[in-house]
């Protein structure tokens, strides 16, 4: 995963975005983690885009077969994150509010994140 994000790096549909500084893996648990943070603060006030889609099968073989017998089952679904992609895009409520909740939902990711407006992004 080298290389930064050459598309979805900009917040094109809310006022605020969550912006991942690192790369890695972003399972469907997570993001789910961090829909719930945002829509629990914001007390479904806001409207909340999802800007990733984990269509990434990850498979694990059952502990105790042996080596052989072909694949394993799929675990999860991940989606692979470069530096400077775009995760979660948050619009309209106040900024103290889309912040906090962006903010919260960071707290659920493995990476580094920062919070970008619309305005301070170019």
């Known amino acids: 995963m080298r290389g930064n994000a050459s598309n979805g790096y900009r917040v094109d549909f809310g006022d605020y975005g969550l912006k991942a500084l690192g790369c890695g893996w972003l399972t469907a648990r ?71 909740a962006l903010r919260r939902a960071g707290h659920k990711l493995p990476f580094p994140k920062k919070i970008i407006n619309k305005e301070e992004q170019l």
């Open 30 to 100: 997570q993001i789910e983690a961090g829909r719930k943070a945002i829509t629990h603060f914001t007390k479904r006030q806001a409207k909340i885009w999802i800007r990733v889609f984990p269509d990434k099968p990850v498979t694990q073989k059952g502990s105790g077969v042996r080596m052989g017998q072909g694949k394993g089952d799929i675990k999860e679904y991940v989606v692979s994150i470069t530096p400077g992609k775009m995760i979660f895009e948050v619009g309209g409520v106040p900024a103290e509010i889309a912040q906090e």
